[in-house]
């Protein structure tokens, strides 16, 4: 039950944090992060490293590919592939930030 609470408090505070600024800031991947941290924190994807890399790598991906081809369904899965590779290579397994860097480019 604790970390149900933790956990939906900090998608609360996404919110929170979205309605200050104006902007939506509680996207999926981010509870799908959420959950993963809560329901297997022994994974090595749910590990803070690899949630905050992946998820940092994953919107440096999609920035990119959304600079080149803004909205393109090509430039996001190619933003998902790059993300998946970067975080393979950096030892930040994290799946949700292949979805981060969809939402970015679409």
């Known amino acids: 039950v604790h970390g149900v609470s933790a956990a939906t408090a900090a998608l609360l505070g996404l919110v929170g944090l979205g309605a200050l600024l104006h902007e939506p800031v ?3 991947p981010l509870a799908a992060s959420a959950a993963l941290v809560h329901c297997a924190p022994a994974l090595p994807l749910a590990q ?3 949630v905050v890399v992946g998820h940092l790598l994953g919107a440096a991906a999609g920035y990119a590919a959304g600079a080149a081809a803004s909205g393109s369904a090509w430039a996001a899965a ?5 993300t998946l590779a970067l ?14 860097s969809v939402v970015i480019v679409l």
């Open 78 to 82: 190619l933003a998902a592939g790059v």
């Open 26 to 28: 509680l996207i999926p």
């Open 87 to 100: 975080t393979t290579l950096a030892r930040t397994p994290h799946s949700p930030a292949c979805a981060t």
């Open 48 to 50: 803070p490293r690899s």
